[in-house]
């Protein structure tokens, strides 16, 4: 295929906020070119707490409404970050309800710690307040009696000093990849061009003032060599996530520095029957936030935060940190016989946050920064992006570009069309074999810039969410689209091989034995 070399505006990373930016500008008329060194949504997209939260953290016990008065700025940013979340909440479940769920979440109200129940009250009608008309949170506080009739919460730490529950409704993204796949095929339908195994490798401003991008195209076998070649763009937006430091000095631009990463853990286990749909939101004695959320029979927990620097080769749980985590987890049901050989698989993720100075482990504000050249191109950086409010990062982005470029072509409504059905086996298929769709599964490896067999199992058609990691279906899925990828079968057994290792590595799933 002939591809254009010249755009208005490149966009370097194909996670959600890098898609969202592709989506809306390309619909805004810019000439778009969307370049991601791995597959889409294969970084931080893929290794998020799924939910389409609704922001009560942003009022956690950690941050007491003394700091918001003493730092009147902090105070303005989280509520714009809550008022944010609420909106972008109702935006979505209302444009796309087939890709989210609903969960009933519970937070635990003791008497003299965690959360207490006048603040809980508090943010939850602070929370309407920033939404009126949105998607209802359904919130109503219980006391004691009615939270002890919940058979869960009678695993619960402190019992004694217990004095109710708050019930809410959260959503949960049943499939955050696809999510982010359907935004870039939504671009491209749009114009864009979007290139998967696309590294950007060098990037310099020639003396008309544009800008030149290396790029390495990935695809091809390590014993020939990337082929390289370079684009020309007025404008780039890096929206690379946690990367977006690590992105401008590898390709030799200097610019500030602007992000600062936090790596999240989590783990997977079954529960007892009545933790089955139930999902429970709290606080740790340090005050972070920790989340027991429903995965079909079985639960994910955490996060466990740690200050980490990213790295090209992504993150991966390690051992301690899972320990701590279940520490974490018999801290708040004691009850329950919690313990190594429980967990099933994990995964860890690097979360981008914004850097600034006194926070060693970013802040949680969500901006888009113009670093570009005085008399030069433009040169944006987003930091803080998040699953759950990408629609307003990819709209803020294209109102940006529109301030310093005219687009090229007309205008068209945003898409936001969820453009194949949730297969009948995802992350919520418990069964040790997942059944598989295999005219769908051809046709995503036709359509949709498939590579390698994760990139459809995973980030394509969900299959890869089930309890096995989709272990047991990966030959079956790898011999259905041969013909279409061109595999002979040795190759379909060296991306089965493949397949295996990358989930022994990414997930600590043990690899099948053959």
């Known amino acids: 295929m002939n591809q254009r070399a ?133 919130f109503e506080v219980l006391g004691s009696e009615e939270a002890a009739s919940e058979p869960a919460l009678r695993h619960l730490r402190g019992r004694q000093d217990l004095v109710g529950a708050v019930k809410f409704t959260e959503y949960q993204f049943d499939w955050p990849e696809r999510i982010c796949v359907d935004t870039v095929m939504n671009a491209r339908d749009c114009g864009a061009q979007v290139r998967n195994y696309a590294e950007v490798t060098g990037i310099r401003q020639a003396t008309d003032g ?12 390590a014993e020939d060599g990337n082929v390289l070649s370079t684009i020309a763009a007025d404008c780039i937006v890096n929206a690379t996530g946690a990367w977006v430091d690590e992105t401008a000095s590898r390709c030799g631009l200097s610019v500030p520095h602007v992000n600062q990463g936090l790596k999240g853990t989590n783990i997977v286990t079954r529960l007892p029957d009545e933790f089955r749909g139930l999902a429970l939101e709290t606080v740790l004695p340090d005050g972070n936030p920790f989340y027991v959320i429903p995965w079909g029979d079985l639960h994910y927990f955490g996060p466990r935060d740690e200050p ?67 008399g030069g191109s433009a040169y944006y950086t987003y930091t803080g992006g998040l699953l759950m409010t990408h629609r307003n990062a990819g709209a803020s982005i294209a109102e940006a570009v529109s301030k310093r470029i005219r687009p090229e072509y007309p205008s068209r409504p945003v898409s936001y069309a969820a453009r194949i059905a949730k297969p009948s086996s995802t992350g919520h298929s418990t069964s040790s074999h997942a059944a598989i769709d295999i005219e769908q599964l051809r046709l995503a490896a036709r359509e949709e810039l498939v590579f ?54 990414e997930f600590g799933m043990a690899k099948p034995c053959i």
């Open 308 to 374: 980490c620097d990213p790295t090209p080769d992504g993150f991966r749980a390690d051992e301690s940190t899972i320990l701590a985590l279940l520490q974490d987890f018999r801290s708040i049901f004691p009850s329950i016989p919690i313990a190594r050989e429980d967990v099933l698989y994990s995964w860890a993720g690097v979360r981008p946050r914004t850097a600034r100075p006194g926070h060693p482990d970013g802040c949680e504000a969500v901006l888009l920064h113009d670093l570009s050249r005085p």
């Open 452 to 505: 390698h067999l994760d990139d459809l199992l995973f980030r394509r058609l969900g299959l890869g969410w089930s309890e096995r990691l989709g272990l047991d279906i990966a030959r079956q899925a790898a011999e259905a689209i041969a013909d279409i990828m061109g595999w002979s079968p040795a190759e379909v057994a060296q991306e089965v091989e493949r397949y295996n290792n990358l989930v022994a590595r």
């Open 6 to 138: 010249s755009f208005q505006v490149a966009v370097i990373g194909g996670g959600i906020t890098g898609a969202s930016a592709a989506n809306h500008l390309a619909a805004a008329g810019f000439s778009t070119v969307l370049l991601e060194r791995g597959d889409f949504a294969s970084g931080t997209s893929s290794r998020s707490s799924r939910l389409q939260h609704c922001g009560l953290t942003y009022f956690s016990p950690g941050r007491s409404i003394w700091n918001f008065l003493l730092k009147p700025r902090m105070a303005i940013e989280h509520l714009e970050l809550a008022r944010r979340a609420m909106r972008d909440r109702s935006r979505f479940v209302r444009a796309t309800p087939e890709r989210v769920r609903p969960v009933r979440f519970y937070t635990p109200l003791y008497r003299n710690d965690g959360i207490p129940a006048w603040k809980a009250r508090l943010g939850f009608r602070l929370l309407e307040l920033l939404d009126p008309g949105g998607v209802p949170l359904d």
């Open 210 to 221: 544009r800008w030149h991008l290396a790029v390495a195209d990935r695809r091809g076998r």
